[in-house]
């Protein structure tokens, strides 16, 4: 059954590094999104992409925060300057139609220090 | 906001119960979705109920939607010790390609 995976699983990096998280969504799938989760909170939608380009961003998904679908199969996200309140899972996800079931990776833990 | 609220937060039962979590939204939605997550895992998706769907099962789930009422129930019947988990609703917001999920009920099943 095909999947979404994620890499890495585990990321360390220290506050004001610049860290890439990347995701290969199912193949046939036309939307991608990503969501954080702070430990013990909520699932938190983070931005959604269709036809390589945002369609919805959330207030969390400042100007530090940008994605990419560099070369039709990688969909990354890209936290230019990291702060330790981005410590969090984030997960990507991918959909064959807009609000249809999405379907989750494992999670990349980013571990900020 | 638009979050769905899941109700109650814990709850524990014993194996070979039914256990019934609700979710509550404020806004239009295209679909509800219910999601299961173990313990620092992924989100596995378990079953999504259209606005214009009342009821839904596969397995031992079974969904209701009231958009009347802006809630939804999951059921899980025969519970089993591998259930325990949260479980977490998420809606999306009529017309718009964004996803809230709730806090999450934490289920316990005792063996």
């Known amino acids: 059954e095909p999947e979404v995976t994620q890499t890495p699983s585990h990321q360390v990096t220290q506050m004001g590094q610049e860290v890439i998280l990347r995701c290969v969504p199912i193949s046939n799938h036309l939307y991608f999104y990503w969501y954080r989760q702070i430990l013990g909170q909520k699932v938190e939608f983070l931005v959604s992409?269709?036809?390589?380009?945002?369609?919805?961003k959330s207030e969390i998904f400042d100007d530090q925060f940008s994605v990419e679908r560099p070369d039709g199969s990688n969909f990354t996200l890209k936290i230019r300057s990291t702060k330790l309140e981005d410590s969090a899972m984030y997960f990507c996800?991918?959909?064959?139609?807009?609000?249809?079931?999405?379907?989750f990776g494992p999670g990349t833990r980013l571990t900020v220090l | 906001s638009q979050q769905g609220e899941e109700d109650p937060q814990a709850l524990s039962i014993q194996e070979g119960e039914n256990a019934t979590m609700n979710c509550s939204y404020k806004t239009s939605i295209n679909n509800l979705q219910w999601y299961r997550q173990n313990s620092g895992r992924g989100l596995v998706h378990l079953i999504l109920?259209?606005?214009?769907?009342r009821e839904k099962h596969s397995g031992r789930l079974r969904v209701t939607l009231d958009t009347s009422k802006k809630s939804s129930s999951l059921l899980i019947t025969a519970s089993r010790a591998a259930d325990t988990a949260s479980y977490f609703c998420?809606?999306?917001?009529?017309?718009?390609?964004?996803?809230?999920f709730g806090s999450g009920t934490k289920l316990n099943v005792k063996p």
């Open positions: 109920i259209r606005s214009n769907e």
């Open positions: 992409f269709y036809n390589n380009e945002i369609s919805e």
């Open positions: 996800a991918s959909g064959g139609r807009s609000s249809d079931t999405q379907y």
């Open positions: 998420a809606t999306d917001l009529y017309n718009f390609n964004k996803f809230y």
